[in-house]
T-cell receptor, first 112, second 115 residues
C-alpha cells in the first residue's frame, strides 16, 4: 500500500545544514513534496520534485530523489532559527485525483 | 499573494451535532480537497472535488460527510452527526489544472473539537 515514512526529530545548530529524510513505498508516485508547518499555522508548500528528476534546487533548499531506493531528502543550507518547524514529506500517486499521501512530519529544532 | 482561507479557526461542538467547515479556495483553482490531521497522526486525505463533483474519496469519507461548492467561491465540508473521533484539524486545499502544476495550497485549518 501507499506509505510515507520520516524520522520524527532533527536538531541542528544555526548556520549548519539540515537534512531531512523521507522514504516512500509507491513506485507510481508522480510528484513528491515538502511542506512546512510552523506552530499554529497551516501547511506551506515549500517545494516539490517530479519523479523523473534527481535533484531540484531552490535558493537554500535542495531536494534529492533516489527513485531506485524510494528515498527523498530535503537539505536546508545555512539553517536559521526561523526554519524551526515541522517538515512534511508527501507524495501524489499517478492518476487524476492528485491526492497526497503524507509522512508524519519531522520536527526541526534550530539551536542558536 | 492569493491564499486559501478557512473559517472558523476553531469549532467546538457536541457529539451528534452537525458542523459545516468553510473554505474559500484560491480564485482560479479548479481542484479542491479536504484533509484532516488527528493529533499525533498523519495528515489523511478525505476527498477531492473537481468540476462540481467528487473525484475521489477515502474510506474515512463515509455517509456522514458531504462537500459542496454552493456559490462558485466557497467550498464546504459538512459532518452530519459528529463523533468524538472526528476531533481533528481539518485542512482545505486547492490546486490548479495546469499540465505542469500539481501544487496544492492549503488553508490554515479548522480545529474541530467534539465533546
Amino acid at each position: 500500500g501507499e506509505d510515507v515514512e520520516q524520522s520524527l526529530f532533527l536538531s541542528v545548530r544555526e548556520g549548519d545544514s539540515s537534512v531531512i529524510n523521507c522514504t516512500y513505498t509507491d513506485s507510481s508516485s508522480t510528484y513528491l513534496y515538502w511542506y512546512k508547518q510552523e506552530p499554529g499555522a497551516g501547511l506551506q508548500l515549500l517545494t516539490y520534485i517530479f519523479s523523473n528528476m534527481d535533484m531540484k534546487q531552490d535558493q537554500r533548499l535542495t531536494v534529492l530523489l533516489n527513485k531506485k531506493d524510494k528515498h527523498l531528502s530535503l537539505r536546508i543550507a545555512d539553517t536559521q532559527t526561523g526554519d524551526s518547524a515541522i517538515y512534511f514529506c508527501a507524495e501524489s500517486i499517478a492518476g487524476n485525483n492528485r491526492k497526497l499521501i503524507w509522512g508524519l512530519g519531522t520536527s526541526l529544532a534550530v539551536n542558536p | 499573494e492569493p491564499e486559501v482561507t478557512q473559517t472558523p479557526s476553531h469549532q467546538v461542538t457536541q457529539m451528534g451535532q452537525e458542523v459545516i467547515l468553510r473554505c474559500v479556495p484560491i480564485s482560479n483553482h479548479l481542484y479542491f480537497y479536504w484533509y484532516r490531521q488527528i493529533l499525533g497522526q498523519k495528515v489523511e486525505f478525505l476527498v477531492s472535488f473537481y468540476n462540481n463533483e467528487i473525484s475521489e474519496k477515502s474510506e474515512i469519507f463515509d455517509d456522514q460527510f458531504s462537500v459542496e461548492r454552493p456559490d462558485g467561491s466557497n467550498f464546504t465540508l459538512k459532518i452530519r452527526s459528529t463523533k468524538l473521533e472526528d476531533s481533528a484539524m481539518y485542512f482545505c486545499a486547492s490546486g490548479t489544472s495546469g499540465t505542469v502544476s500539481y501544487e496544492q495550497y492549503f488553508g490554515p485549518g479548522t480545529r474541530l473539537t467534539v465533546t
